[in-house]
């Protein structure tokens, strides 16, 4: 990799940073719980992207089986608390 | 070779944009709903472009980076859905600019 792209990759790294703060902010004031999980969906949706950058600045493949196995249990804690919100579980 | 790596980090930026774009409008929508429709489709937008970057810096990596792809574009419109219909029936209130709600309109004719 030559200087353009890592100097891109840490761009985008820094921005996603920031967009990871924001959500955390609506995280912390969201007025309902809904809110609370729409906003930890995110944040863990963009933790997914921020992971697979990791990997490739750090060159090693095992922390893309660790965003999978991540991304799988993010869908089911949010399709939980819907189930709990439902009363149905 | 060098074009494609430097394709893919520009795909990458495009998408770290996206997702900070999903994240001004969680903070700037007045609704749950409006939230949920901002947050879910920018940020899967958002994590298809950073993964389709990455595959195209580091070719051989192109497998488990197409199966997260593949999973988060199954999984998270699949969640958000049961999480807002959930909200729905539970009377969750909207913002007092909504005009149709054409959910409760099809759950009263049925």
Known sequence: M?????????????????????????????????????????????????MGLIALTENRQIYLDVNIIYGLLSFVAVIIVGKYLRKTL | MEYLQITGAVMVLLGAIVLLIAAIGLLRMPDSYLRVQVGTKASTAGVALIMLGLALIMPSWFGKLFIILLF???TNPLSSNVLMRAAHRNGHPMSSKTVVDQLAEDEKTT
């Open chain 1, 2 to 50: 030559n200087d353009i792209v890592l100097s891109l990759l840490s761009i985008s790294g820094i921005i996603m940073l920031l967009a990871m703060v924001l959500t955390f902010v609506r995280f912390m004031l969201g007025p309902s719980l809904i809110d609370r999980v729409i906003a930890f969906d995110v944040l863990t949706v963009g933790s997914l992207g921020l």
């Open chain 2, 72 to 74: 988060v574009m199954m």
